[in-house]
């Protein structure tokens, strides 16, 4: 089992840029495949991007591909999603999630295939 707090979140004007951080507990967060989801109000949670347990594969959503990065630090426990070139439309609660199994396109998009997530950051880029 693994417990996930992000944060990182706050606001930040369109073109700027902020740095999420999900720390987990438990020695076994290097066994976990990792993603980012992000729920603004009114719409459905949306994959945002997703990494693999050791880091050398990643997956972003097209809207977000070329302005984030998503990495790791298994040593530090840690889960990051560097975000450049804010847009409005990118203001949302951000949510980190740890999954099992195997990281295949596309089930490492979907939310119900992640065990454990945490309690969301929220982000609001201002025009």
């Known amino acids: 089992q693994v417990q996930l707090v992000e944060s990182g979140g706050g606001p930040v004007q369109t073109g700027g840029s902020l740095r999420l951080s999900c720390a987990a507990s438990g020695r076994t967060f290097s066994s976990y495949h990792m993603g980012w989801f992000r729920q603004a109000p009114g719409k459905e949670r949306e994959f945002v991007a997703a990494i693999r347990s050791r880091g050398d594969s990643t997956d972003y959503a097209d809207s977000v591909k070329g302005r984030f990065t998503v990495s790791r630090d298994n040593a530090k426990l840690t889960l990051y999603l560097q975000m450049n070139s804010l847009k409005p439309e990118d203001t949302a609660v951000y949510s980190c999630?740890?999954?099992?199994?195997?990281?295949?396109?596309?089930?490492?998009?979907?939310?119900?295939?992640?065990?454990?997530w945490g309690q969301g950051t929220q982000v609001t880029v201002s025009s």
């Open positions: 999630a740890a999954a099992n199994g195997f990281f295949a396109f596309p089930p490492r998009r979907r939310s119900g295939n992640y065990q454990y």
